[in-house]
């Protein structure tokens, strides 16, 4: 019941050795950058669109009549130019990150507002309370609760009947409050957070936890009653693999580990995927020997009596689903009742040659997105397929394209209950970078994103090596999206001695330092080429904040030119076990070697896809 506009994918394939990010590195290597300038036109900026049934307000339009194709969601009140980097929809509510900050509209019985009370608002002003002065990077909007994620802690607000806001107590509170992490390990940070009908998970250093109801044993840890604060889901069936991504449906909920999917909870129409129809209170893996067979599974999501995810090789994603299919959940363009198993969704017309690269599950129906278009299926009486129609859809559907959409790039989908919302981004295209670039999808995703603009000369320069610095400005902007990258102070001693506080990249190296992804002192020589296997070490400590470095996984390790005794070894195994890397054709990684920009582009496109889900 989650989603997060960063639905990227999940895998690099190790073509030519990496990507860049935005922006020239050193002068040698292009032009000055130009990356997403506070100047930049409304309509090249990422916007917020939703569709379906809107009978308490939650289009975010200022109407409550229901679209059966896509409009603007904006707060009304919030600039034109406002920048939305993630959207969540639950049943009478939708919120969305503008800036850091969350916006809640729609109709609050529970307080799932924000706003200190139960009274219906348009959004007009962010989510306060506990929130105020941090950086909000995800929200998940759940039956009658939310939850997001800002500087490593969770924050709920809304119904706490089961304890569903983590707060240790059963008191429910229309304003955020922060979830009790007194018995987590010292230090740990919570990256991901998803909100269920009333249980919620979170993901904090490869770890699931969650918190809730237990009525189905959709707490992963056993029997018992409803838990008012986190507790670790039982890894036990995971076979030492980090959790890379957690999903909460109704009674259910499901994680990814290893490039492998695991449910557990209410099962009574095959919601879990593992065969049968019986409840089970521990992980239990998704049923492999058919649909999914041989192939990593890359994002899931779980909503109601239903879970879809996105598995196969690299550059060649399809979508599965299981459970009900009463409301032709399945996508699958069938009749079946119920699947026990992963089907795979129907490939109509373009789908059927090109990646899917985010999913999203909803009560009714779900929607996917390829190449930058939505396509929705599933029950369609408030027009929440988007196709213009209210007629019911088994099998995949375009989203209409013809209004909002036009000319624009869906990025990520949300699909809740009665409706469904999602994300469009523009992209700007580069002179270099064609439609049939390897890569285009993922360029196109950087700068749409506002990670990249690439030069001033309009190209982007794909095959160019990324710089330590610029790297720092990419993973800085991934994670603080809509901010541009901080200066620094000249009357504060910098963390390196070869970083001048007049470097345009100055401000996102410190942050490297403040964030535990390198260690200051020394230097940091800014223009020199980022190899793939410091990607592997900064990507791993950003994505699993105060996490020590993975060890190798002995005679396991996937790339035969990574020695066990490599201190990049263990993160680099990450990489490929949590799908974001296949390596070369080889079987080689290559740790040594620069990394480019146009695979870095997809590197990261991937890496945030893990984070979103």
Not at 234 to 252: E, M, Y
Not at 450 to 474: E, V
Not at 531 to 555: E, H, I, L
Request: net charge negative.
């Amino acid at each position: 019941m989650t989603t997060s506009l960063f639905r990227q994918r999940v895998l690099i394939i190790g073509l030519s050795a990496g990507l860049a990010l935005f922006g020239g590195v050193a002068a040698a290597q292009g032009p000055a950058p130009q990356e997403f300038p506070p100047d930049t036109a409304a309509a090249d900026l990422p916007i917020g669109v939703a569709w379906g049934n809107n009978n308490a307000g939650q289009l975010g339009d200022g109407t409550m009549v229901s679209r059966p194709a896509p409009v603007r969601a904006l707060p009304t009140g919030l600039p034109t130019d406002a920048q939305v980097s993630s959207i969540s929809s639950g049943r009478d509510v939708t919120c969305a990150i503008v800036i850091g900050s969350v916006y809640c509209w729609g109709f609050a019985g529970f307080g799932e507002l924000g706003t200190g009370s139960t009274e219906a608002t348009t959004g007009t002003s962010p989510v306060g309370g506990d929130l105020l002065g941090r950086f909000v990077t995800s929200v998940s909007v759940g039956e009658n609760h939310v939850c997001a994620v800002a500087n490593g802690q969770v924050f709920c607000w809304g119904n706490n009947d089961e304890g569903q806001l983590g707060s240790n107590d059963e008191v429910s509170t229309t304003s955020p409050t922060v979830v009790d992490t007194t018995d987590l390990p010292l230090g740990a940070q919570f990256t991901q957070v998803s909100a269920g009908s009333r249980s919620t998970c979170g993901l904090a250093a490869g770890v699931a936890y969650c918190w809730g109801d237990n009525q189905f044993g959709q707490l992963g840890s056993g029997p018992g009653d409803s838990v008012l604060a986190p507790e670790p889901v039982d890894a036990a069936a995971l076979k030492g693999a980090l959790v890379t991504s957690i999903t909460v449906g109704g009674g259910h909920a499901c994680l990814l580990a290893g490039g492998e999917a695991y449910c557990w909870g209410n099962n009574v129409l095959g919601e879990l995927g593992n065969g049968d129809l019986g409840n089970t209170d521990l992980p239990t893996a998704v049923d492999t020997t058919a649909a999914l067979k041989d192939l990593t599974v890359a994002a899931i999501s779980a909503a109601g009596y239903n879970t879809c995810a996105i598995a196969g090789k690299a550059g060649s994603r399809r979508a599965y689903c299981w459970g009900t299919n009463f409301t032709h959940n399945l996508g699958d363009g069938s009749d079946l009742g119920a699947s026990p198993v992963p089907v795979p969704v129907a490939t109509p017309g373009v789908l059927a040659t090109h990646n899917v690269s985010a999913i999203a599950t909803g009560g009714a129906g779900s929607c996917l997105v390829v190449t930058g278009t939505a396509y929705c299926w599933g029950s369609n009486a408030y027009g929440q397929v988007g196709d213009g129609s209210t007629i019911t859809r088994s099998a995949p559907t375009k989203v209409s394209t013809s209004g909002v959409l036009l000319h624009r790039r869906v990025q990520a989908v949300s699909a809740e209950h009665n409706y469904t919302n999602g994300i469009a981004v523009s992209s700007p295209q580069f002179t270099d970078v064609g439609t049939g670039y390897l890569f285009y999808d993922e360029i196109s995703w950087l700068a749409g994103s506002g990670i990249a603009q690439g030069y001033a000369d309009g190209s982007y320069g794909p095959t160019q090596n990324i710089s330590r610095q610029a790297m720092a400005a990419f993973l800085f902007r991934s994670h603080r999206p809509g901010l541009g990258t901080p200066s620094c102070d000249p009357a504060v001693p910098r963390q390196f001695t070869d970083v001048k506080a007049d470097n345009p990249f100055c401000g996102a190296i410190e942050w490297l330092v403040d964030q535990n992804i390198v260690t200051g002192g020394g230097t940091f020589t800014p223009v020199g080429a980022t190899t793939r296997g410091v990607m592997a070490d900064w990507v791993f400590r950003s994505q699993n904040p105060g996490m020590v470095d993975q060890p190798c996984a002995g005679a396991t390790r996937l790339f035969t030119d990574v020695p066990a005794g490599s201190a990049q070894c263990g993160n680099i195994e990450w990489l490929a076990r949590a799908g974001i890397t296949n390596g070369y054709p080889d079987g080689s990684y290559l740790p040594g070697s620069p990394i480019h920009r146009d695979s870095m582009a997809a590197f990261f496109q991937r890496t945030a896809e893990l984070a979103a889900h």
